[in-house]
């Protein structure tokens, strides 16, 4: 009774938690609600009597001594990851904690086949098929996802003849194999060929799956493989009959999924288009105009700022890879001393995860009440004297409503074209992530300013203070 009431205590806060999660304001408060409940339900599964069993003067057998010591090594590597870890790292990050979830709950599944081969309660047998597939897609998936956002593979997407066809074999021998382990009457033998099969092409699905997805894409991937660890996790709950583990999985699997389809909705997508398309294999087919955009000294760029009237920073993944955050709060300081209307125009899919931007923003401690959504910001834009843009490509990128061989034709972007005047801050003169071109470097309102991101704002602030 006690043991089922901490569950219920420890699902109320994990609801509160992802619910404080969604403001700026409160998501600390919920990131720690959350925890509080995991902790809650950490201290009711040790409590449980089948786990209060496993109790011996043993060390070997010693479930606890195991448990403690999985603790105390994963908190550990926790405790470093966090320290070291970059703001620029954390999609990366992110994406392995997705795969590790997925990998838990797999070991998990496999561990009661092991118990279980026969699978003779159809529930368990359901739920540790279904655990295995969704997790081992997860876990491959996510790692692949790491290694294209940590560039350790190329970003762009991976394209080979006959890759859907493959893909969907490979998926309906995987639910086959799940299938021969659930059925009754089928010896052991069969059933551990069946479960191993299965394993073996869920790990292979993940790859094949991330594969043709390109790097403008990996925010919503992330999203996706996030959803895909909650499932996991539910479906493991199932298999151990732990009901808040069934309801944390719930909250991550739908939260999840909800989020993909808001950031589909911000990029006029469907999750088809986006899995399917191999969006960033090819360029647009459109030739440029042959035009070298034109690039400005940071001296000149400060007269233009100095009598600006409205500026909006548009930010993208240069300003993390720059870690330019504190930088821009800075200028933004200086323009409002300057009598400048500041505003900050965040994309929902600009970076490489879910609310990249807006945890940089956060951490630089400007106003939220200055964050502005694409829909606030776009019919202000003609009015604004000047739009900077710190590392974004595909997000302003016009092409989206001018380019139909574009791969990104119809997805909203941030108008910063109409602004009246438009500093694009970029290292080099490469395409983004994605790889696409973009025609607003190009536009007769534009200008470059090349260079480390961080460098060229502390510059232009300097401009400010030196009067």
Not at 177 to 197: F, R, S, W
Request: overall charge neutral; aromatic content about 8%; charged content about 15%.
């Amino acid at each position: 009774m006690i043991i089922n009431l901490a569950y219920i205590v420890a699902c109320v806060f994990f609801i509160l938690g992802i619910k404080k999660l969604g403001k700026v304001k409160t998501a600390r408060q919920g990131n720690f609600l959350s925890a509080l409940g995991m902790l809650i339900a950490v201290i009711a599964v040790f409590c449980e009597k089948e786990v209060l069993g496993t109790w011996t003067t043993d060390w070997y057998q010693n479930g606890y001594l195991w448990c403690g010591l999985a603790i105390a090594v994963g908190s550990v590597i926790g405790i470093v990851w966090a320290k070291k870890v970059k703001m620029t790292g954390m999609p990366e990050l992110v994406a392995l904690f997705n795969g590790f979830g997925g990998l838990a709950s797999l070991l998990l599944a496999f561990s009661e086949f092991l118990k279980n081969p026969t699978g003779e309660e159809l529930v368990t047998s359901t739920a540790t098929g279904l655990t295995i597939l969704i997790g081992a897609i997860t876990f491959t998936g996510s790692v692949l996802a790491w290694g294209k956002l940590s560039e350790k593979i190329t970003g762009r997407a991976i394209l080979f003849k006959g890759q859907k066809a493959i893909n969907l074999f490979l998926l309906l021998v995987a639910v086959a194999g799940a299938a021969i382990y659930v059925i009754p009457g089928i010896d052991e033998g069969t059933k551990l060929i069946a479960v191993l099969a299965l394993t073996a092409i869920a790990l292979i699905l993940g790859i094949t799956v991330v594969l043709p997805i390109g790097g403008g894409d990996m925010p919503v991937v992330i999203s996706l493989l996030n959803s895909f660890s909650g499932l996991a996790a539910s479906m493991a709950g199932f298999i151990i009959s732990n009901t808040v583990l069934i309801v944390a999985g719930c909250l991550v699997g739908a939260s999840g999924v909800v989020l993909t389809l808001i950031m589909c909705k911000a990029m006029n997508r469907s999750i088809g288009n986006l899995l399917f398309s191999g969006f960033g294999a090819t360029s647009s087919s459109k030739k440029g105009t042959g035009e070298e955009p034109k690039a400005i000294a940071v001296e000149d760029a400060y007269l233009i700022l100095e009598a600006a009237a409205s500026v909006v920073f548009i930010p993208g993944y240069g300003m993390a890879v720059a870690q330019a955050q504190h930088a821009v709060k800075e200028l933004a300081a200086r323009l409002e001393e300057n009598g400048a209307e500041v505003s900050f125009a965040v994309h929902p899919v600009a970076g490489r995860m879910p609310g990249h931007m807006n945890v940089l923003l956060a951490e630089a401690d400007i106003p939220y009440e200055q964050l502005k959504t694409m829909e606030e910001v776009n019919p202000t834009m003609p009015t604004q004297d000047v739009a900077i843009v710190v590392g974004a490509n595909d997000v302003v990128n016009p092409a989206a409503e001018t380019d139909t061989t574009s791969p990104i034709y119809g997805m909203p972007i941030i108008k910063a074209h109409e602004a009246k005047t438009v500093f694009v801050l970029k290292r080099g003169k490469g395409k983004g992530f994605s790889g696409i071109e973009n025609e607003l470097f190009t536009m007769k309102n534009n200008l470059m300013i090349y260079g480390d991101a961080k460098a060229t704002i502390t510059a232009l602030a300097s401009e400010f203070g030196s009067e």
